[in-house]
C-alpha cells in the first residue's frame, strides 16, 4: 500500500513538473484547425469550442488564462497564433467609387467616360488608363494655329506680311489642309513643253520698265477678268486654276464689253481621265489643259460646280459622242447637246497651252499683251493665314524652331493678273511682288487675292497660258424639256 501510495505521488510530481498543458505524449489532432470558418473567436464566445474526449476545448482568446488555468484546445497556439483572433468577416469591403470622367485643365470642363470632343484640330476622348480615366488626345497640327499665328505676327517687320485666322480652317488639320484646299500634283513634265516667244521682241524688252500693272483695272481688260472663286474642301486647283486661265484669255480675244460666264470646273473634274485625277486630294494640270483642248468645256450655268460642297467627284453627266469629237477637231459647230442643269449653256474649245519662261520678263509680258496666266506655288502651313501684305515663303526659320512643321507642303495653281513694287522692309529697297487671284473665296487675304515676291515658293517655274481660241465659239441653247 505504502509502495502504490509513492508512485503516485511520484507520478504526480512528474506531471507538475512537465510545463505544458497537454501532456506531451498526447497526439495533437485538429480541433481549432477543423473548425468551419471562424476558426478562431474574438474575446470570449462560449459557443467556440471543439469536442475534447468527454468534455469540450475552446478556440477563443478567453480559453488561455494562465498556464494552469486554460480550457484552450490543443491546436490552439499553431491555429490561432496565440494572438486575438480578427472578427470573422461579414462582407467584402465596397470598392472605391469609379471615376466615370475626366476633366480638361484647358477649358475647365468635366467629361464623361467614352465621351469625346475636338480641341482645336485634335478629336480628344475620355478613356481608362489603369485604375485611372484620362484624356487622349491626337496631336496633329493644325491650320489655325495660335502659336503659328503668334510667330508671323511678331515676325511681320521683317516678313512684310501679316497672318489671321479664318473660319473655313476651324477645326482643320495642316495634313487634311495641304490635301483638300490646294489639290495640284506636281509635275515636272510640264517644264519640257514648248514656251510661246514674245510677238514683238521690243515689248518684251519694254517691260523692265513697267512697274506696275494689274489685269483687274487696266482699261483694255477691266470687267473681263474673273473674280474670285471658292473651292471648297476639295483640292482642285489644277482645274480651277486652267478652266478660270481659259475663261479670261476667251473672254479677253472676244472683245466684249463684259466677260462671259465662268468656264465649268465640274465638267473638266468629272469628265477628265481617272488617271488625271486623285478624287478630291488633287489632279495634275496638264490633263486639264489637254481636256479643255481635246474635249471643250461647257459653262459653270450648264455644269454647275458641286465638288466643293459634296467633298467628291462624281461621275461625268455630260458625254460626247466620237462624231462630237471629231466636230470639235475640225472647229464644226457640235449638235444634240445637253447641259446635265438642262438649262441654256455655251460650248468652247481652246488650242493647246504653253509654257511661259521662267523669268518675270517673259511672265509680265505674257499677262500684259495676252491676259492672265496660270502659275504653281509651293505651299507652307503659314500661306493658309496669309492676311495682307507681299507673302514671302517664311517657314523655314518656323520649321527651324518647329521640326514638326518641317517637310509640310504641297502644291497649289493659281492665276497671276498682274505686278507692282513696295518697300522691302527688311532692306527698305523697292521690291517687286505679283498679283495673284487665290481660290479660296473673298473672306481670305485681300478679298480672295494676295500678292507675292517675284521668285518665292517657285511661283515662277511652271507658268501655262492659251491663246484662248483655235476654234470658232461654238454655242447652243439647250431649252427646257
Same mark, same amino acid.
Given at each position: 500500500m505504502t509502495r502504490l501510495l509513492l508512485v503516485t505521488i511520484l507520478i504526480s510530481l512528474l506531471l507538475n513538473i512537465i510545463d505544458c498543458r497537454y501532456a506531451e505524449w498526447e497526439e495533437i489532432k485538429p480541433y481549432c484547425g477543423a473548425r468551419p470558418n471562424p476558426q478562431c473567436c474574438i474575446?470570449?464566445?462560449?459557443?467556440?469550442? /471543439?469536442?475534447?474526449?468527454?468534455?469540450r476545448c475552446y478556440c477563443d482568446k478567453f480559453c488561455f488564462r494562465g498556464i494552469d488555468n486554460h480550457d484552450c484546445c490543443p491546436d490552439h497556439d499553431a491555429v490561432c497564433g496565440g494572438e486575438s483572433?480578427?472578427?470573422?468577416?461579414?462582407?467584402?469591403?465596397?470598392?472605391?467609387?469609379?471615376?466615370?470622367?475626366?476633366?480638361?485643365?484647358?477649358?475647365?470642363? *468635366?467629361?464623361?467616360?467614352?465621351?469625346?470632343?475636338? *480641341?482645336?484640330?485634335?478629336?480628344?476622348?475620355?478613356?481608362?488608363?489603369?485604375?485611372q480615366t484620362t484624356l487622349s488626345c491626337e496631336e496633329d497640327l493644325c491650320v489655325n494655329s495660335p502659336d503659328l499665328l503668334s510667330y508671323v505676327n511678331n515676325q511681320q517687320p521683317y516678313l512684310?506680311?501679316?497672318?489671321?485666322?479664318?473660319?473655313?480652317?476651324?477645326?482643320?488639320?495642316?495634313?487634311? %489642309?495641304?490635301?483638300?484646299?490646294?489639290?495640284?500634283?506636281?509635275?515636272?513634265?510640264?517644264?519640257? /513643253?514648248?514656251?510661246? %516667244?514674245p510677238d514683238d521682241p521690243n515689248d518684251y524688252y519694254r517691260m523692265e520698265d513697267v512697274h506696275a500693272f494689274d489685269s483687274r483695272t487696266h482699261?483694255?481688260?477691266?470687267?473681263?477678268?474673273?473674280?474670285?472663286?471658292?473651292?471648297?474642301?476639295?483640292?482642285?486647283?489644277?482645274a480651277l486654276s486652267t478652266v478660270d486661265v481659259a475663261s479670261d484669255r476667251l473672254s479677253l480675244v472676244q472683245n466684249i464689253k463684259q466677260r462671259n460666264e465662268p468656264l465649268s470646273v465640274q465638267n473638266v473634274l468629272s469628265c477628265t481621265d481617272n488617271e488625271a485625277k486623285d478624287g478630291c486630294d488633287g489632279g495634275r494640270v496638264a490633263?486639264?489643259?489637254?481636256?479643255?483642248?481635246?474635249?471643250g468645256v461647257v459653262t459653270e450655268g450648264c455644269y454647275p460646280y458641286e465638288s466643293g460642297t459634296t467633298g467628291n467627284i462624281t461621275e461625268c453627266k455630260f458625254h460626247l459622242s466620237d462624231s462630237d469629237l471629231q466636230n470639235i477637231a475640225q472647229h464644226r459647230k457640235l449638235s444634240n447637246i445637253r447641259c446635265p442643269s438642262r438649262g441654256n449653256g455655251d460650248h468652247f474649245n481652246f488650242g493647246p497651252a504653253y509654257r511661259v519662261r521662267d523669268e518675270p520678263l517673259s511672265i509680265k509680258y505674257e499677262i500684259h499683251f495676252r491676259?492672265?496666266? *496660270?502659275?504653281? /506655288?509651293?505651299v507652307t502651313p503659314e500661306f493658309f493665314l496669309y492676311k495682307s501684305g507681299v507673302y514671302r515663303c517664311g517657314g523655314s526659320s518656323y520649321d527651324h524652331q518647329n521640326p514638326r512643321y518641317a517637310n509640310l507642303a504641297a502644291y497649289h495653281s493659281i492665276r497671276l493678273l498682274g505686278w507692282g513694287t513696295s518697300i522691302d522692309p527688311r532692306t527698305q529697297q523697292q521690291e517687286s511682288y505679283w498679283i495673284a487671284a487665290n481660290s479660296w473665296g473673298t473672306g481670305w487675304g485681300e478679298n480672295g487675292y494676295f500678292h507675292i515676291h517675284f521668285g518665292e515658293c517657285e511661283i515662277e517655274e511652271t507658268v501655262i497660258a492659251t491663246y484662248g481660241k483655235s476654234t470658232d465659239v461654238f454655242k447652243r441653247k439647250n431649252k427646257r424639256q
Open positions: 474575446s470570449r464566445d462560449d459557443d467556440c469550442f /471543439m469536442p475534447y474526449y468527454d468534455s483572433p480578427q472578427p470573422p468577416p461579414t462582407r467584402p469591403p465596397p470598392p472605391p467609387p469609379e471615376i466615370r470622367s475626366c476633366y480638361d485643365s484647358a477649358t475647365g470642363r *468635366q467629361y464623361q467616360l467614352g465621351q469625346s470632343f475636338l *480641341q482645336d484640330c485634335n478629336l480628344c476622348r475620355c478613356i481608362t488608363l489603369g485604375y512684310g506680311w501679316k497672318a489671321s485666322t479664318y473660319d473655313k480652317f476651324n477645326g482643320v488639320k495642316v495634313k487634311d %489642309a495641304l490635301k483638300h484646299y490646294l489639290g495640284t500634283i506636281q509635275d515636272r513634265s510640264l517644264r519640257n /513643253m514648248v514656251d510661246n %516667244a482699261p483694255n481688260y477691266a470687267g473681263k477678268i474673273l473674280g474670285i472663286r471658292d473651292q471648297g474642301k476639295c483640292g482642285i486647283s489644277w490633263y486639264a489643259w489637254g481636256f479643255i483642248k481635246d474635249r491676259g492672265p496666266v *496660270q502659275a504653281t /506655288m509651293r
